[in-house]
């Protein structure tokens, strides 16, 4: 029996060849650990041969919910806790599994497959950056990378002038808007392609192999690396990677080791920790209940009956139909944080100023091209901004290619960034942040088309803003989210248009404009061997 009450494979426990008359030994050591979510579990010794690395350890030092604490104080949990979550909750889905259906995993080398999607569990939110989503998803994309790391384009405008700190006003316009997969290519203005845009899971693949060569650990010629201080235990890195990015398709090239898992009946490994195909997975299942737990808010879905229920059908995993409403009110919980607490305007306004800090700085220091090189990226945190308050009177050392230490000279382009970088992180920290200019929530999925129909925006004291000129659909049609914000910004006749930021917030249940509930398999207690997605008549999101 596991410590989860259920039978489990033999690769959790084995009888030890020379167990002694007190009983069965553990082949494995365990170790217990307490966590305020999942309680006491457990966790078998060898992984944490990779969770006591300088790679995860950084974990400890990335808030899950980046700046969110300036709004609720209790959500300072890191990513280290919910890394070990998930890799609990990997393990507990996939023995039950294995103690269930073992023929699904026939023809695979289980115990290898086993440890695989307990790593990538583990090891999937390697790549996070400061503040976490706030680094991919806010600051590469604005970065400008003097080495071409990345060709986007500014989406916001400065007009700064003499002054070293201006006031910013927001224009923060939740809604629908355009977003992109973890490999699709965007276009620039002038409709040649953009390179893939750099995003966390790429990060996290670099830095497990960076993680292996840190151990020494090299495949065999099966692609298999055997670890563990004590007992030997195996894995393999190529398929730890591919779960990371989402399938073999999120390698390129995939390697020939992974053909094995190319089959249409094995999908479902790569639904475990994460789901691309339906957003039901042991990751979500993690952060959904830290988050609301941590930020105070209330979760009415039961997460373990979902690690308890699930199946294989058809290759993939599926759901008693019993659970229907369960997995509702998991997508609701999802949409619940979005509106609540992950886009709560004084958490964006802080997210903004931490983003100008970061650009501010990034010239002196060279945070966005950290991400192609794992070694600097190791030491890459939030204690970025005590690096940048720090700097006025600690010395630091510019990394552009200038002969002389820009730090030695205040008149220099890097050292007046860098002293505008502190001004912000000390307007963060004295509670002077930017103010809301104006904010309107579009209701229709159709963000263009609403924007094209409304012809001025309200701020919250209930005036009216105009706008120079309407935004025409079919032109909206063809442009991205950063032409967006570009016409929003010469759309609204104010001087101080240049000081704004307009921020696009999207709220939904995990699909954007579709149900993600049509996309979940469930099967009947009659037929647990045959799945539908949700019929038409079971209710949706909303």
Request: proline share 6%; glycine share 8%; hydrophobic share 40%.
């Amino acid at each position: 029996m596991t410590a989860e009450g259920m039978p489990g494979p033999a690769a959790v426990r084995v009888e030890a060849p020379d167990g002694d008359r007190a009983g069965r030994q553990p082949r494995y050591k365990l170790r217990n650990l307490n966590d305020s979510i999942h309680g006491d579990y457990l966790l078998e010794e060898y992984f944490f041969q990779i969770v006591d690395t300088p790679h995860f350890q950084r974990l400890r030092g990335l808030k899950q919910l980046g700046v969110t604490s300036y709004v609720f104080p209790s959500a300072a949990h890191t990513r280290f806790e919910h890394s070990l979550g998930v890799g609990h909750l990997t393990r507990t889905l996939v023995d039950r599994l294995w103690a269930t259906q073992p023929e699904a995993f026939a023809g695979l080398d289980f115990p290898v497959v086993r440890n695989s999607l307990i790593i990538a569990g583990l090891c999937h939110d390697l790549g996070h950056g400061p503040f976490s989503h706030l680094f991919d998803g806010n600051f590469l994309p604005r970065a400008a990378c003097v080495r071409g790391i990345l060709r986007a384009r500014p989406i916001i405008r400065h007009a700064r002038g003499n002054q070293a700190d201006p006031m910013h006003e927001i224009g923060r316009a939740p809604g629908p808007m355009w977003a992109h997969g973890r490999h699709s290519a965007r276009h620039q203005a002038d409709g040649r392609p953009r390179a893939p845009a750099w995003r966390h899971e790429k990060g996290s693949v670099d830095m497990f192999d960076h993680l292996l060569g840190f151990l020494r650990l090299e495949p065999n010629a099966q692609g298999v690396v055997t670890f563990g201080r004590a007992a030997p235990a195996a894995f393999h890195p190529e398929l730890v990677k591919a779960i990371i990015a989402g399938g073999p398709g999120g390698l390129a090239p995939a390697p020939g080791s992974l053909a094995p898992y190319t089959r249409p009946e094995v999908r479902f490994i790569f639904q475990i920790v994460a789901n691309d195909d339906t957003g039901v997975d042991v990751d979500r299942f993690d952060y959904l209940r830290r988050d609301s737990y941590n930020a105070g808010s209330q979760v009415s879905y039961v997460a373990m009956r979902l690690v308890n229920s699930a199946r294989i059908v058809q290759g993939q995993i599926a759901f008693p139909e019993k659970e229907f409403f369960n997995l509702r009110l998991l997508f609701q919980t999802r949409f619940s944080l979005f509106r609540q607490v992950y886009t709560h305007r004084v958490s964006e306004i802080v997210n903004l100023m931490a983003v100008d800090a970061l650009l501010e700085a990034d010239g002196a220091l060279g945070i966005s091209s950290m991400i192609h090189d794992p070694a600097a990226y190791m030491h890459l945190n939030d204690g970025i901004l005590d690096e940048i308050a720090a700097s006025g009177t600690r010395r630091w050392r510019c990394q552009c290619d200038a002969r002389d230490n820009c730090a030695d000279n205040r008149e220099s382009r890097h050292a007046k960034g860098m002293a505008r970088a502190r001004a912000l992180v000390e307007r963060i920290r004295t509670r002077d942040l930017y103010k809301l200019a104006f904010e309107e929530v579009f209701y229709d999925h159709a963000l263009h088309g609403s924007l094209a129909a409304v012809g001025h925006f309200t701020d919250l004291d209930g005036g009216r803003w105009p706008m120079a000129g309407r935004v025409q659909s079919a032109h909206l049609a063809a442009i991205g989210e950063e032409a967006l914000k570009s016409e929003i910004l010469q759309s609204t006749a104010d001087p101080a248009m240049d000081h704004m930021h307009v921020q696009l917030a999207t709220i939904h249940h995990g699909a954007r404009a579709e149900d993600p509930m049509r996309k979940v398999l469930f099967f009947g207690k009659e037929d647990p061997d045959s799945a539908s997605s949700a019929a038409e008549g079971m209710g949706a999101c909303g």
